[in-house]
């Protein structure tokens, strides 16, 4: 934490994590991650827009950046010598790294969530979620760690070790340094981050929606998650939802991948997160790219959300029976 009489803008995120009491290891992960941001933001500021099977200037096979990010990642945590377990939205399977589980973490990452949005220069970013030892299908509540990195016109970083949310920013010497610690978020907010297509919305959703509006609450959506959840923290209220629709019952946002950290932020800064039947942080993932429903940011409004969708929607999500993989190439 701060010390008196230090001005926050000294405090880098190493610092931040040992004067938290964060364990070496854990420390060491997060700032290994921190560092292969900075290579991945650079990818995406100068690399070419990478269709992935394209050729650059010189004839040399690209990378999708999504592709490219995914290596730059798990490049560095292979060779962390902290990590028992990774899995990636990018892979098919879990990739063990070292069969030692003690005082290892395994990592669960979104290498760059909203891939899509970097050939009309929205903002994206990097969702990672951190479990202490082997196990990577354990309910969210369990996480040691979650964060995201946002590449939007600055370079952010927002972790919490459940200690609070902390939000640091990148600097000219690309160094991370605190911005703002232990953000909270009201209990009702006045805007809406709605995913989805409206017309496939359930009646409960479309009901909830209708509700807002009537309240006047502001549209504030840019279709980039990270972005997105980044507005409901920081600007301290608001919603985001990715609801389920009506021809897709689980929505479109994967657990481990992105449901899981930012659930774990946001209630870190006093918000929920639910899939309008239960708490995200309680879902048993039955395979790695299962996908959930989500309503995330202010208490009261994903608690009127639930409601809505308990009094108006009949059906629980349930896993899918088969899961589709979600191609390596930008979607
Ligand atoms: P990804 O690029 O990792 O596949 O995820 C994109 C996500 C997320 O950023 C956003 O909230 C959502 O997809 C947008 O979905 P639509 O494509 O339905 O707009
Ligand atoms: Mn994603
Ligand atoms: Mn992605």
């Known amino acids: ?60 096979q690209q990378l999708a950046l999504d592709v490219l990010a995914d290596r730059i990642l798990r490049k560095r945590l292979d060779h962390s010598q902290v990590v028992a377990n990774m899995m990636s939205e990018e892979m ?74 902390h939000e640091f920013g990148m600097n000219n010497l690309m160094e991370y340094t605190l911005l703002r610690e232990s953000i909270t978020i009201e209990s009702k907010g006045n805007l809406y981050s709605p995913g989805g297509q409206r017309n ?9 929606v ?18 997105d959840i980044n507005q409901v923290l920081l600007k301290g209220n608001g919603i985001f939802f990715y609801p389920h629709l009506q021809n897709q019952p689980n929505g479109k946002l994967r657990l481990l991948f992105e449901l899981n950290p930012m659930a774990f932020l946001i209630e870190q800064a006093g918000g929920a997160a639910s899939n309008g039947y239960q708490r995200i942080l309680d879902l048993q993932a039955e395979q790695i790219h299962d996908r959930a429903p989500v309503f995330i940011g202010c208490k009261e409004d994903v608690a009127l959300a639930e409601e809505f969708i308990r009094t108006l929607d009949n059906a629980q999500p349930q896993p899918e029976a088969k899961k589709t993989r979600k191609r390596a190439s930008a979607s």
């Open 1 to 60: 934490m701060a010390e008196p009489g230090k001005t926050k803008f000294q405090i880098d995120l190493r610092r931040h994590l040992r004067e938290t009491g964060v364990n070496d290891n854990l420390t060491h992960l997060i700032c290994e991650i921190a560092e292969a941001s900075k290579y991945i933001i650079n990818s995406i500021r100068t690399g070419d827009l990478g269709v992935a099977g394209t050729s650059n200037l010189y004839g040399e």
């Open 92 to 165: 098919d399977e879990i990739i063990p790294i070292s069969p030692d589980c003690d005082g290892k973490y395994s990592v669960a990452f979104d290498p760059l969530d909203g891939s899509s949005l970097v050939d009309v220069n929205l903002a994206v970013g990097t969702i990672i979620s951190i479990f202490e030892g082997c196990d990577l299908l354990l309910p969210g509540r369990h996480q040691a760690a979650a964060m995201y990195i946002l590449y939007g016109p600055r370079t952010t970083l927002v972790y919490s070790v459940g200690d609070g949310v």
């Open 200 to 208: 496939l919305y359930t009646p409960g959703v479309e009901a909830f």
């Open 210 to 227: 209708s509700n807002l509006e009537e309240r006047g609450v502001k549209l504030r959506y840019s279709g980039g998650f990270v972005p």
